[in-house]
């Protein structure tokens, strides 16, 4: 069997990779999509033969104009999707303490990012929407704490309840 001629019989999923980027105050980068109502982490899907690391340093280098790699892998969250959306496996990484330096040729692209803002914790968990709230306040969890996650909708496991997933 060709693998490439039954493409139609494998399931396909969407996968993204966003980046948590922080300042040296511990403000959270997050952007404007023109899309969206809420604000988002920089990020977006990954192409086709595109890895997620490769991905995330496009996307922000693309949206934002921020060109560097991030340290460390933090979350990897499966979205289950809906009748309206489609499931997603979402990769987090953690881009680390940014001085100023680093961040002195942001511009947005005005096209699929309108701005761009730093917030404090409390501020950014109300910025993204309430969809996004608990998978934000788990990537400050996974950097204070140095650690990874692996979430199911936004949930740690196993932490949830097998009736969660």
Not at 38 to 47: A, E, T, Y
Not at 56 to 75: D, V
Request: hydrophobic share 35%; proline share 6%.
């Amino acid at each position: 069997m060709n693998p490439k001629a039954n493409k139609n019989l494998f399931p396909e999923k969407r996968v993204s990779s966003i980046g948590f980027i922080l300042n040296k105050e511990q403000k959270i980068l997050l952007v404007k999509p023109s899309y969206y109502q809420f604000w988002h982490l920089p990020g977006g899907f990954v192409d086709e033969h595109e890895s997620p690391l490769q991905a995330i340093s496009r996307e922000i280098k693309e949206e934002i104009n921020l060109n560097m790699e991030p340290e460390r892998l933090m979350i990897v969250d499966y979205e289950a999707g809906s009748e309206q959306t489609k499931e997603v496996l979402v990769f987090i990484f953690d881009f680390g303490i940014v001085d100023q330096h680093g961040f002195s040729g942001l511009k947005v692209d005005n096209t699929e990012i309108i701005d761009f803002s730093f917030f404090d914790k409390e501020q950014a968990v109300e910025m993204v929407g309430p969809d996004r709230r608990k998978r934000l306040e788990i990537c400050y969890q996974a950097r204070r704490n140095d650690e990874f996650y692996y979430l199911n909708n936004h949930k740690p496991f196993p932490d949830n309840q097998p009736g969660d997933l």
